[in-house]
């Protein structure tokens, strides 16, 4: 079913926080309940690059990786409505961080390092988590990058214990008022 002019937004949805926190989830169900066009960024520079992430880090560098980020980000600020998973690094650089707000609102997605751990722990494919797949590892890690992220955040929401549906509709309840089911 099409979606309602009325949900439309005049501006993209830019979803941040740390692996794991549901950004994926979150932009899946988005594209999928409101046919908001959906930009999975690591997904999209890996296509775009012929190799997995963890191929990019190694052979390419992670600052490689960074620029084809904010590459990225100035690429979809010709967009609106469209919903943008980014990748967990995107708002440490200041230039990300600016390009996201030119056309959008940045949603920080929130969880607690064991809601994280139990979210990655059967993945591989998260370089920066090699050697620290722990609480301890994850919640350093997450300090080190909550005040980029809550600096970034237009609004915060936490994710725990919380179905996809339900953080969708507190996204729109706190950015425009709840869309009919």
Same mark, same amino acid.
């Given at each position: 079913?099409? &979606?309602? !002019? #009325? =949900?439309?937004?005049?501006?993209?949805?830019? $979803?941040?926080?740390?692996?794991? *926190?549901?950004?994926?989830? +979150?932009?899946?169900?988005?594209?999928?309940?409101?046919?908001?066009?959906?930009?999975?960024?690591?997904?999209?520079?890996?296509?775009?690059?012929?190799?997995?992430?963890?191929?990019?880090?190694?052979? &390419?560098? !992670? #600052? =490689?990786?960074?620029?084809?980020?904010?590459? $990225?980000?100035?690429?979809?600020? *010709?967009?609106?409505?469209? +919903?943008?998973?980014?990748?967990?690094?995107?708002?440490?650089?200041?230039?990300?961080?600016?390009?996201?707000?030119?056309?959008?609102?940045?949603?920080?997605?929130?969880?607690?390092?064991?809601?994280?751990?139990?979210?990655?722990?059967?993945?591989?494919?998260?370089?920066? $988590?090699?050697?620290?797949?722990?609480?301890?590892?994850?919640?350093?890690?997450?300090?080190?990058?909550?005040?980029?992220?809550?600096?970034?955040?237009?609004?915060?929401?936490?994710?725990?214990?919380?179905?996809?549906?339900?953080?969708?509709?507190?996204?729109?309840?706190?950015?425009?008022?709840?869309?009919?089911?």
């Amino acid at each position: 079913m099409p &979606m309602n !002019e #009325e =949900y439309s937004l005049p501006y993209n949805l830019f $979803l941040i926080g740390f692996m794991g *926190s549901g950004k994926s989830s +979150v932009a899946a169900y988005l594209h999928r309940k409101y046919e908001m066009p959906l930009f999975e960024m690591d997904e999209t520079i890996a296509e775009r690059e012929g190799m997995s992430i963890p191929e990019l880090f190694e052979t &390419m560098g !992670e #600052e =490689y990786f960074r620029a084809a980020e904010t590459a $990225l980000l100035i690429e979809l600020q *010709s967009n609106q409505n469209t +919903v943008v998973s980014c990748g967990g690094g995107v708002p440490m650089r200041a230039c990300n961080v600016e390009a996201m707000k030119r056309n959008g609102k940045v949603i920080l997605l929130t969880a607690s390092p064991e809601t994280i751990l139990t979210r990655v722990s059967g993945n591989d494919n998260r370089p920066l $988590l090699k050697g620290r797949k722990n609480v301890a590892g994850i919640q350093a890690l997450m300090e080190q990058r909550r005040p980029c992220y809550e600096a970034a955040a237009d609004l915060t929401i936490a994710t725990d214990g919380k179905k996809v549906e339900e953080i969708c509709r507190e996204i729109f309840q706190r950015l425009q008022g709840t869309p009919a089911d």
